[in-house]
T-cell receptor
């Protein structure tokens, strides 16, 4: 059973515009959420995270929004840059437990 | 940030041979490391949790006799794919939690295994 879902396998966005990547989860016990960025043949790198006590966390061009009632989080990238082209994974966890990953969304930023 | 390093990054082997992949935490001690496998266009699948000084905990469906995990020190965990077959070809990634950083998981660069 997939506890974390990313329903859009791919997304294309023009350079300079906003990229919005979505993620849904089913387990209400999750209290920490993360976004990872992955280039081909490389390990994922941490991008941004949010605790369940917050509904927004911002770091430069990257903002993560959390809607606990809808069990939904999103990653906003603005402005999008060609170097942002990668696969983005969302992950969810609770204290002391394993991380659950979504299937990833491949973002292509078109110059 | 914390650094987790994997070696080798790319390995090709013949069917029936064994391959060892190393995962090191370079600037922190990790009592627990995680091994993931990624199939093309699929999510990261947790294979096992590696515990320093004790036996690894394997996820359901993962053969512990095929994927041997050893966590002999606080900075090194190894995954050995024994008697590898073409279906074992995949991208293997390790990760570790830095106890100095709450919540975050740091990943190695990944190891691409191709079994001929």
């Amino acid at each position: 059973d997939q506890q974390v879902k990313q329903n859009s396998p791919s997304l294309s966005v023009q350079e300079g515009r906003i990229s919005i990547l979505n993620c849904d989860y089913t387990n209400s016990m999750f209290d920490y959420f993360l976004w990872y960025k992955k280039y081909p043949a490389e390990g994922p790198t941490f991008l941004i995270s949010i605790s369940s006590i917050k509904d927004k966390n911002e770091d430069g061009r990257f903002t993560v929004f959390l809607n606990k009632s809808a069990k939904h989080l999103s990653l906003h990238i603005v402005p999008s840059q060609p170097g942002d082209s990668a696969v983005y994974f969302c992950a969810a966890t609770s204290v002391g437990n394993q991380f659950y990953f979504g299937t990833g969304t491949s973002l292509t930023v078109i110059p | 940030g914390a650094v987790v390093s994997q070696h080798p990054s790319w390995v090709i082997c013949k069917s029936g041979t064994s391959v060892k992949i190393e995962c090191r935490s370079l600037d922190f001690q990790a009592t627990t490391m995680f091994w993931y496998r990624q199939f093309p266009k699929q999510s990261l699948m947790l294979m096992a949790t590696s515990n320093e000084g004790s036996k690894a905990t394997y996820e359901q469906g993962v053969e512990k006799d095929k994927f041997l995990i050893n966590h002999a020190s606080l900075t090194l965990s190894t995954l050995t794919v024994t008697s590898a077959h073409p279906e074992d070809s995949s991208f293997y990634i390790c990760s570790a939690r830095d106890p100095r950083v709450t919540g975050e998981l740091f990943f190695g660069e990944g190891s691409r295994l191709t079994v001929l």
